[in-house]
């Protein structure tokens, strides 16, 4: 291979080490926030419509609606 290839090469490997980092970096952040996934935080009622769950209402307190 050539330097260029080499630098091209480089350049790829170091972009996905630091996107996967990012990544794993924005769950920890996400997961530590309330201590727990939001997923988690409480069942979903079934029907259908609009239910204000705990997501929302979080939503709606940053967004200070």
């Known amino acids: ?16 080490k630091l996107a996967s980092l990012g990544a ?6 996400a997961v530590a926030e309330d201590g727990k996934p939001a997923a988690a ?10 239910r204000e769950t705990a ?3 979080k939503a709606y307190e940053r967004a200070r609606f």
């Open 41 to 50: 935080a409480e069942p979903e009622p079934q029907g259908k419509g609009y």
């Open 24 to 29: 794993v970096a924005g769950t920890v952040a």
């Open 55 to 57: 997501h929302v209402r």
């Open 1 to 16: 291979m050539t330097s260029d290839q080499d630098a091209k090469v480089a350049a790829r490997r170091q972009f996905l």
